[in-house]
């Protein structure tokens, strides 16, 4: 099966015509617009503000419709299941994009043009960014592909698994990519391959020298410079842009995977479940992990190291369970919740002179 991304020329005039005036009288537009939503709806840890307006599009079709109907001038934020954002206290101008429950199709595929022809031993599948990635981890294992059961314990989409390179276990997101599928702020689709990007630990970014795109990596979040930048100089090192708003979000990813033993990928992923049940607090309103683990130690032992376990402001509390967790327990606001993390961060900078770096994203304006 092969997946076709081209609009129409047709479609794609009407687009253009959206201007200056706003988006929601563009002739053709089929999605949902809400206005001044609270984004705790939204985000995992049920706390923030208000967006300006959200949009629930009907299809990627109508993604591409209205991006290209946006005036250049007003911001753009994409969402998947909101696992690893908090959106401040004073909202977020703009568009706010939902895709979770929008960008949901998921495949097995034998042949895609441009990669190479499957080989007895693997398999592509292919899913969208809005695609839960528990539920990309239980159909690799369903369809008898191993390799991918670490994806049941990354609370977020493959959306915002791609743009952060997420993982777990030890395992990552970019080990299993053939070819993904992005959109630019233009509304127009195009397939990169992994070469196109460099990747590591929880980043990923365009090489230099892509013409095609004004990106630092891509993302399902909105556009910002890349919130974990390499140290300074190292960037030109590796053939990174230096940091630019990012202009270009992943729309799905074709993934490949060796085949083997379903039932035992299976258990694998009830083991893995069980293991973050046991661990993480998952009965309280969290957005999973808060660092990044610095090289050779990990956050939530340094965290709880310095005695911050507990700590809390207002609603906001640094887990007694698990360290690198900020839970809310009950009626945090996001100014709680950054406090909490800004004071992690400072307190071990000056105990231990290491400086956490964020795996959380912080968007919108504060109070």
């Not at 239980?138 to 314990?153: D, K």
Request: overall charge neutral.
């Amino acid at each position: 099966m092969r997946h076709d991304y081209r609009i129409s020329e047709s479609e794609s005039s009407a687009g253009g015509q959206g201007g200056a005036s706003p988006a929601e009288n563009t002739v053709g537009l089929r999605g949902r617009f809400l206005h001044h939503e609270p984004m705790k709806k939204h985000v995992s840890w049920r706390a923030g503000g208000i967006a300006q307006r959200v949009y629930i599009p009907a299809d990627l079709e109508d993604l591409c419709w209205l991006v290209r109907s946006l005036p250049a001038s007003e911001s753009i934020h994409m969402f998947g299941l909101g696992s690893n954002l908090l959106v401040r206290d004073g909202g977020l101008p703009g568009v706010s994009i939902l895709l979770h429950g929008v960008l949901k199709k998921i495949a097995l595929e034998s042949r895609v043009a441009g990669l190479p022809s499957e080989r007895d031993d693997t398999a592509l599948v292919y899913a969208e960014a809005g695609v839960a990635s528990p539920k990309l981890a239980r159909f690799c294992a369903n369809h008898n592909l191993i390799g991918g059961e670490f994806w049941a314990g990354i609370p977020g989409t493959v959306g915002g698994a791609l743009a952060m390179n997420a993982g777990c276990y030890g395992h990552e997101t970019w080990e299993k990519v053939a070819q993904v599928v992005t959109l630019n702020r233009d509304g127009q689709l195009r397939e990169r391959r992994p070469e196109d990007y460099v990747t590591g630990y929880r980043h990923v970014a365009l090489r230099v020298g892509d013409s095609h795109a004004n990106a630092d990596g891509g993302g399902l979040l909105s556009s910002r410079p890349h919130p974990n930048p390499l140290p300074e100089g190292e960037g030109a090192k590796v053939g990174l842009r230096p940091p630019t708003p990012i202009e270009e979000w992943f729309i799905g990813a074709w993934f490949r995977l060796p085949k083997g033993d379903g039932v035992a990928s299976r258990l694998i992923i009830k083991d893995l479940l069980q293991k973050r049940i046991a661990t993480q607090p998952l009965q309280q309103p969290n957005a999973g992990s808060v660092f990044r683990n610095p090289p050779g130690d990990h956050a939530a032992r340094l965290i709880e190291a310095c005695g911050l376990k507990g700590y809390r402001i207002g609603d906001a509390q640094v887990s007694p369970k698990h360290a690198n967790f900020i839970v809310n327990l009950g009626n945090a606001s996001a100014a709680d919740i950054e406090g909490v993390i800004e004071h992690v961060e400072t307190t071990l900078e000056a105990m231990t002179n290491i400086r956490l770096l964020r795996e959380v994203r912080i968007v919108g304006e504060r109070n």
